[in-house]
């Protein structure tokens, strides 16, 4: 079936550190990816997606470019803040059935001053 | 504010209890989702419903039950509450005639079943 695998946190790093989070999936189909995150005490929110091979997603300063030679679409940041201190996950769609989102395991990020 | 709202935000329940989850949207989105978040496995799939008066399974259903008699609200019910039901539960809808995959989510209710 549809999967996608994350790499395993928690993530801590220093403020203006680069941030790389691994993602890579596993589907029947072509499908769209995402990045959701999750702030402390609140639901998901989307950060970024992308619907096609080559595609580039952006959003905050994060990106994420949607590699299907790889099946990757690992998230970037080039200098993170205490403000991105959350939860991400990476999830992807099939258009379909039923259109639900399959998610990975999520990854915590903290970030130091 | 326009969006999700789940109730109970917390709930600590006795083994055997039955229980109901609110989820209300005012966005009249039609597809509306139930996840549960569990430490080192993200968010699993209970039941959706892709429009009013149906409903489907998602990769957990066993325990769980949900009905959709209107576009707006979508009940989740655990009929005899088991402790490994603990977890974090998110409802969460998509919106009408769009197919990006784009979820909004309600801030969740906290379950522990003891």
């Known amino acids: 079936g549809d999967s996608v695998t994350q790499m395993e946190g928690p993530v801590t790093l220093s403020e203006e550190a680069f941030l790389t989070i691994n993602c890579t999936y596993t589907?029947?189909?072509?499908?769209?990816l995402f990045w959701y995150v999750q702030y402390p005490g609140e639901g998901l929110q989307l950060l970024l997606k992308a619907t096609k091979a080559d595609d580039k997603g952006s959003n905050k300063g994060f990106e994420a470019t949607y590699r299907k030679e790889t099946t990757s679409f690992h998230l970037e940041k080039g200098s993170v803040q205490v403000s991105d201190s959350a939860v991400y996950f990476c999830a992807l769609s099939l258009f379909a059935g039923a259109r639900q989102l399959t998610f990975g395991s999520g990854t915590q990020l903290t970030v130091l001053p | 504010i326009a969006g999700i709202t789940q109730a109970p935000t917390s709930q600590i329940l006795a083994a055997g209890r039955r229980m109901t989850l609110r989820c209300t949207q005012d966005m009249r989105h039609n597809a509306m989702y139930w996840y549960r978040q569990d430490l080192g496995l993200g968010l699993r799939l209970i039941h959706y419903s892709n429009t009013a008066g149906t409903t489907g399974k998602g990769e957990v259903p066993d325990g769980y039950s949900v009905s959709r008699a209107n576009t707006d609200d979508f009940p989740l019910t655990l009929a005899s509450a088991v402790p490994s039901q603990t977890s974090v539960y998110f409802c969460?809808?998509?919106?009408?005639?769009?197919?990006?995959?784009?979820?909004?989510f309600g801030e969740g209710s906290r379950l522990t079943v003891l």
């Open positions: 589907a029947t189909g072509y499908p769209s």
């Open positions: 969460a809808s998509r919106k009408s005639g769009q197919n990006t995959g784009e979820l909004f």
